[in-house]
Structures are given as structure tokens and as C-alpha cells.
């Protein structure tokens, strides 16, 4: 059940773009308006349709434009507490949160976004010095087995449009490989996925920027089936009410694997408690990163926590998640620890090859009443290349070697000056 966010409760003036333009006019205010949906409207937010071509044209895409959307029929919402009836009821909510699309009539050809700009101020600076935009999202989406690059799926991106640059994206298309589906009928979903987006202040951003978030949930380019993405907590601010866990991962954007050796691929995990409770038992569970094929990398180190004196562990046996038992977390407390994995070698195969590490969960128990905490990670995406040949090494020669060589060539010569004596 999703716990609301604290959201400053001050206005900003808002005006809406047309069509497909999906930037907005923000004054500087510190936070998201209703980020957290509960004025049962998309105040503050713009919603809008669009249509989708039969192919996404660039897989993965890793823009808003690579994305190809035209313009159509917003089938967004806004919903009071409850549950998505295509999980089965699984994927709930205690308040009012927003629906990018919808899973049941979103088919055709259509997908719909939500999108809100800010102008960023001091007061969206956390204790870190860093801004961070946070929020929870989770896709639910119709598996009909398509190709990747006609399923249905939902796409995220945040931008800096005074500096003309992409600060974050993810994309998920429906039974990705490395994403922990859960299933119900002919749909695929997620629990709520937490993100947390850190910008440096003076590189990524600077006060005075406006940042754009953008959330899109699309059906697929067979025409036939549906998927939304639904959204909540959108705030720079970390703390919200209640118990709450929060754990992200980053890793490079691409690595190299070979097709007659291993590589190897280094994940940092940040991990903190968000919540204005202390958790007790906090414990990281870390399956192994897949290939879009589903194919397993392989377990090779694992640091320790760098805060609540806990220890990690490599996996008991093979396919086993590696944990981190972190210890008690008090309200603000984080830290991070790192994972390596080999890629295993092989060729690249299909639409997209990537490497995909979206099963990871930070689980504790509430200090105030008990109840189990649970919050999955959002997916890290790491578009894979061939890996450059090797250069084929010209043997070396040891002095030794050289020394005799040499000699045998002075005799070489003096045999060939004595024939023509």
C-alpha cells in the first residue's frame, strides 16, 4: 500500500502546451504540484494522447522522440484508493494516484503521458547538496508475445530544458527479461517501483532550471492490446509519512561482451530509509543482472555496506540473489555497496541486446508497527556491443634468447665469409 507523500501546499501558475509539445510554463516553486494526485484531478500535471507507429522506431529508445508518437485522445486518470483490477487486485494504493494510459482500453495504436515542469530553487536542494526528483511508478501491461519493439510498454525521461539535456530515462517493454513480472490472465505488472534521480548542482542543474518529468504508458504496435504505467509520490523532498524503505542502482550505460570470453560489469546500490520511521532488519536482495535473451551473468564480488554495520553475501547457490542484511535504519540514514557480475560470452542476440538488472527489492520491518516494508528497484538498462579484438601479441624475445641469436648469426657470417675466401 502506498504511503502518501509531504508535499508543500503552495500553487504555481501552469500553462498547458498544445498537442504534442509537451513542455510547460513553471514559476519558481519549490516541488511538484500534486505530486501526489490528491486533489483527485491532474492539477499542475498536463495529460495528453497520442498515437504510436507499428514499430517503436529506435530499440531501445532512449528519448522521448525515439519513441515516434503523434497526437491523439488522453485516456489517462486519476484514481481514488484501491487496486488495479487486472492484477487481480495486487497492485493497490491507500490514496488517490495516477493511471499514465489504460490497460484495458488503451489498444489501437494509442498511449497517453502525464508531464509537469518545475523551476528549480534552493529549497529543492536535499541535505546531500544534491536535487533529487523521486517518485514511484508501476507499469501494467498486456503480454500478447509480440515482437520487443511492438509491445506494450511505458517510458520515463526527465530533462533539463534550460540546458537542453536528458538527466534520466528508463523504458520497459512487457515480460522484459530482467524485470520480476508477476502475472494475472493475459497481463504482466510490477510491484510500485521506487525512483530516485540525484542531479549535481553546478553540472547537471543549476537554480533557476527548469526540469521536465514525462510518463508515458503505451498498448502495442499490433493494435490489439493495451498497458498504462500508474504514478505516484512525485516530489524533490525525500522524507514522506510513515515506514518507508528506498533502493536504487546505477551502472554504465554500455559494456562489451565477447563471444569467446567474459566480461565484467560493476553495479553501485544506494539504499536509504525515506520514511519519518526508523525500519528495523533492513535486508537488500540482489538477483543476478539478465540478457534481454535471459540469459544469467555470474556472481563475482560484493562489498559491504558502507553504512548500518551490516555484511553482504554472494549468492548460497548458483541463481541465488546475493544479500545485504544492512541493520536499522533511522529516518534519513543511507549508504551504498557495489556488485560485480561476468557477463557470460556469446553473441549479441536480439532487437535490443542489453544487459537488464530490475530484480532487486529492499525489504525491513516498520519500528513503529511492525508491519513488513517492501520496495522494489527500478530497472538499470546497459545497451551491450561486441567487444573489441584482442591485438594477436608478437612473441617476445628474452635477453637471453637475443644474445644467443646474435651469435648465431656471427657465425652465420663468418661460415659465409670463408665459402667465398
Known amino acids: ?92 494504493w491507500g490514496t488517490q494516484v495516477a493511471r499514465a494510459h489504460d490497460e484495458v482500453n488503451g489498444y489501437n495504436n494509442t498511449a497517453s503521458s502525464l508531464t509537469q515542469s518545475i523551476i528549480l530553487t534552493n529549497a529543492d536542494i536535499g541535505s546531500d547538496g544534491r536535487v533529487h526528483v523521486r517518485f514511484v511508478a508501476a507499469p501494467v501491461l498486456e503480454d500478447p508475445g509480440h515482437p520487443a519493439d511492438q509491445q506494450p510498454y511505458f517510458f520515463i525521461e526527465l530533462t533539463n530544458k534550460t540546458k537542453g539535456t536528458q538527466l534520466f530515462h528508463t523504458f520497459n517493454y512487457s515480460n522484459e527479461a530482467g524485470v520480476p513480472w508477476q502475472s494475472y490472465g493475459g497481463y504482466k505488472y510490477t510491484d510500485w517501483q521506487a525512483f530516485d534521480i540525484p542531479m549535481t548542482v553546478g553540472s547537471d542543474v543549476d537554480i533557476g532550471d527548469e526540469i521536465e518529468l514525462v510518463a508515458v504508458g503505451a498498448g502495442c504496435g499490433q493494435s490489439g492490446h493495451a498497458g498504462a504505467v500508474y504514478l505516484d509520490d512525485v516530489r524533490t523532498s525525500l522524507s514522506i509519512a510513515g515506514a518507508s524503505l528506498w533502493v536504487t542502482a546505477t551502472g554504465p550505460a554500455t559494456a562489451c561482451r565477447s563471444p569467446v570470453t567474459s566480461s565484467s560489469i560493476t553495479y553501485t546500490y544506494t539504499y536509504e530509509n525515506n520514511g519519518d520511521e526508523r525500519v528495523n532488519d533492513v535486508v537488500v536482495n540482489v538477483p543476478m543482472p539478465v540478457t534481454s535473451n535471459a540469459e544469467n551473468t555470474l556472481f563475482s564480488s560484493i562489498t559491504n555496506p558502507s553504512f548500518g554495520g551490516g555484511t553482504c553475501s554472494a549468492p548460497v547457490n548458483p541463481g541465488d540473489p546475493a544479500l545485504c542484511n544492512i541493520g536499522d535504519l533511522d529516518p534519513g540514514q543511507s549508504g551504498t555497496f557495489t556488485l560485480t ?66 651469435g648465431m648469426l656471427s657465425v652465420l657470417g663468418v661460415l659465409s665469409i670463408q665459402r667465398r675466401a
Open 341 to 406: 557480475v561476468q557477463i557470460p560470452a556469446g553473441p549479441l542476440v536480439g532487437v535490443d541486446p542489453t544487459l537488464n538488472n530490475g530484480s532487486y527489492t529492499i525489504n525491513g520491518t516498520s519500528d513503529v508497527t511492525s508491519n513488513p516494508i517492501s520496495r522494489l528497484g527500478p530497472l538499470v538498462r546497459t545497451v551491450l556491443t561486441v567487444c573489441a579484438a584482442l591485438p594477436t601479441k608478437v612473441p617476445s624475445l628474452s635477453q637471453f634468447a637475443m644474445l644467443l641469436l646474435a
Open 1 to 92: 500500500m502506498r504511503i502518501s507523500s509531504i508535499v508543500a501546499p503552495c500553487k504555481r501558475a501552469i500553462v498547458v502546451a498544445a498537442a504534442l509539445n509537451f513542455g510547460l510554463v513553471a514559476t519558481a516553486q519549490a516541488d511538484f504540484i500534486n505530486g501526489n494526485f490528491e486533489t483527485g484531478d491532474f492539477t499542475g500535471w498536463t495529460a495528453q494522447g497520442h498515437g504510436i507507429p507499428g514499430n517503436i522506431p529506435v530499440m531501445p529508445p532512449t528519448t522521448l522522440a525515439n519513441l515516434g508518437l503523434t497526437a491523439g485522445s488522453s485516456m489517462s486518470a486519476n484514481l481514488a484508493a484501491g487496486s488495479a483490477g487486472s492484477t487481480n487486485g495486487m497492485l493497490a
